[in-house]
C-alpha cells in the first residue's frame, strides 16, 4: 500500500521533470547584422526614482537602433519625474510623455502603457520595466519577431538577486513557470493555454497592437503581460517569450516583504477560475512539500527505505535544473520544500484578500476584483 501512495505523490514531480528537462534546450541566439531602426522604447515609471536612471544608461550604452525613448511617469509620489528630467537634457531621444488621470476600470500600469504606444512613432514598440538593465541592442527582437512571424514577443529576463530573501524565494517564480511550460511546444502550437510573457521586456508590432486594442485588453488585470499574450493567441496572433537572459536583467525586489507583496499581486489574478487556483495550490504543496516529508519519514521509520530515498532525491530533481539552467544559489535547493509552503500561503493571502479583503495593494494602489 504505501508503494502506490509513494508513486501516487511522484507522478507530478515527473511529469514537471519532463517539463523542466526540455526548458534546458530553451535557448536564444542573438542577431549579429541588426538593420532594425524603426523602434519606439516605452518605459512606464511609477516611483522608480532609484532605478530610473540606471535602465536608461543601460538602454544607451547598449542600443542604437532606435528612434525614441518615451517614459511614462505614472504620478509617481518620489522624486521619478526629476530624474526624467535631467535624462531629458542629456538625449534628445529621451521624451516624457503626456500623462493622463487614471481612468476608473485601469490598473496603473495597463494604463500607462497603453498611453505610451498613443503617443509613439515607430512601427514596433517595446515596453521595459524602470527597473531593468539592458544588456543588448533591443532591436535584434524585431528580427527575431519577423523570422518567425510574431506580432508579439517577450524576453524572459535574468533575476537579479543579492539579499537572502531573493536568493531563497525568487528561483520558485522561475521554477512555477518552467515546470508547468513547456516552452518547445509554446513555439510550435498556438494554444493560448502556451501564452507566457515577462512585464520586464515585450515587443509588439504597432499595427497589431492597435487592431487589436493592446493593453485595454486587460486594462483591469494585474497579470496583464502573460494574460495578453494568451489572447494575442486566441485572436489568431503568434506569440512566443524568448530566453532574453543576456538581452535584459531585472532586480524586480529587495526584501521579503517586497518579495511577499508582489507575488501576491500576480499569484490568485493569475488564474482565470477559482478551482484552476484551488487546484494548482492542491498539487505543488502535495507534490513538493507533503511527498518530502512522508519519504523522509519513511527512511527513519525503515519504511520502504530504499524506495523512499529515490523519490525524495527524485523530488528535488526539477528544483536542481532549474538551479543548473539559471545559475542560482545552491541554498534554494535546500530550502524548496519550504519555499513552496510559503508560496502555499502567499496563495491563501492573495485569494483571501482580493476575495474578501480590500483588495491587493501595489505601488500605494488598492487593486479590487473586477
Known amino acids: 500500500m504505501i508503494e502506490i501512495i509513494f508513486i501516487v505523490l511522484s507522478l507530478f514531480v515527473f511529469y514537471s521533470t519532463l517539463i523542466v528537462f526540455s526548458n534546458m534546450f530553451w535557448k536564444y541566439s542573438s542577431f549579429e547584422n541588426i538593420k532594425n531602426k524603426n523602434l519606439s522604447i516605452l518605459i512606464p515609471a511609477r516611483n522608480e526614482e532609484k532605478n530610473i536612471k540606471n535602465c536608461i544608461d543601460s538602454i544607451i550604452n547598449t542600443n542604437k537602433n532606435f528612434n525614441e525613448i518615451i517614459i511614462y511617469d505614472d504620478h509617481s509620489t518620489d522624486s521619478t519625474r526629476k530624474e526624467i528630467e535631467k535624462l531629458i537634457k ?18 496603473g500600469k495597463s494604463f500607462a502603457c497603453y498611453e505610451l504606444a498613443k503617443q509613439s512613432s515607430s512601427e514596433w514598440i517595446i515596453y521595459i520595466d524602470a527597473d531593468t538593465t539592458v544588456l543588448e541592442d533591443l532591436s535584434q527582437l524585431i528580427d527575431y519577431a519577423k523570422e ?47 501564452g507566457l510573457a515577462h512585464g520586464a521586456c515585450i515587443l509588439f508590432r504597432k499595427e497589431t497592437y492597435k487592431k487589436l486594442g493592446g493593453h485595454k485588453l486587460v486594462r483591469n488585470d494585474l497579470f496583464e503581460d502573460t494574460r495578453l499574450a494568451r489572447i494575442f493567441r486566441l485572436k489568431g496572433e503568434n506569440t512566443y517569450c524568448v530566453n532574453g537572459s543576456k538581452i535584459i536583467s531585472v532586480k524586480m525586489y529587495d526584501s521579503f516583504s517586497s518579495i511577499w507583496n508582489g507575488f501576491k499581486k500576480n499569484y490568485y489574478p493569475s488564474f482565470s477560475k477559482d478551482i484552476s487556483f484551488f487546484l494548482f495550490q492542491f498539487i505543488f504543496i502535495i507534490s513538493y512539500f507533503v511527498a518530502p516529508l512522508v519519504y523522509f519519514s519513511s527512511i527513519f521509520l525503515n519504511s520502504n527505505k530504499e524506495l523512499a530515498i529515490f523519490l525524495l532525491c527524485f523530488n528535488f530533481v526539477p528544483i ?8 542560482y544559489n545552491l541554498l534554494s535547493i535546500f530550502t524548496h520544500p ?25 505601488k500605494d494602489r488598492i487593486y479590487e476584483k473586477s
Open 90 to 107: 542629456i538625449n534628445n531621444k529621451i521624451k516624457i510623455a503626456q500623462t493622463k488621470e487614471l481612468e476608473k476600470g485601469w490598473t
Open 148 to 194: 518567425n512571424r510574431l506580432s508579439m514577443l517577450s524576453a524572459w529576463p535574468k533575476i537579479e538577486m543579492k539579499s537572502f530573501s531573493e536568493k531563497i524565494f525568487m528561483p520558485l517564480l522561475n521554477f512555477i513557470v518552467f515546470t508547468t511550460c513547456p516552452m518547445f511546444i509554446a513555439k510550435k502550437r498556438k494554444s493560448d493555454n502556451l
Open 338 to 362: 519550504f519555499g513552496i509552503l510559503a508560496m502555499f500561503f502567499l496563495g491563501i493571502d492573495s485569494w483571501k484578500n482580493m476575495k474578501y479583503g480590500k483588495g491587493l495593494f501595489w
Open 320 to 327: 536542481i535544473i532549474i538551479n543548473l539552467k539559471f545559475k
